[in-house]
């Protein structure tokens, strides 16, 4: 009996996870609006955007112009940077696709970012909370630098 319900919950888990990966893989077409429409609805419509919550960019150096949304620039229900903690705030990573809109890519909670040209390829420096670089020294924070090839980030440092 015990054995018969491992199989049930491992069919059930068969069907179901592959849903989940690709409604967290779905392309959107506006990402701007559907993070706004997000949070209107989550902040029960009292809320306002700043003007660094998206910014279009190059992140993949593929020359189509991708989205970062910085979470720090929304208030709700009044209140400021709603969504940051000591650890920094939310930025979401879209990654525009040849085949038309969006796809989000990564989540990152950051103190913030700066894109550098490094041998000739444009990167991705985040400063961090330290303890995202293992670290516990007193620094205020630490650097992590990627590169994002195609729709993967790939770390190139951490200091």
Known sequence: MKSLLIVILNLVALVIMPTVAM????????????????????????????????????????????????????????????????????????????????????????????FILRFGNMVLVMKMHPRFCDRKDGEAFCEITVRVRGTKFVTISQK
């Open 23 to 114: 409604a967290q893989q779905s392309i959107l077409q506006d990402p701007v609006a559907f993070e706004k429409e997000h949070f209107t609805k989550s902040c029960d419509g009292q809320v306002s955007f700043g003007d660094k919550f998206a910014t279009q960019q190059d992140i993949n150096n593929d020359k189509l112009m991708d989205i970062v949304i910085n979470e720090g620039e929304i208030t709700c229900k009044g209140e400021k940077q709603a969504y940051c903690t000591d650890e920094g705030c939310p930025y979401n990573f879209y990654v525009q696709v040849a085949e038309g809109g969006y796809l989000l890519v990564a989540t990152a909670k950051i103190y913030s970012y700066d």
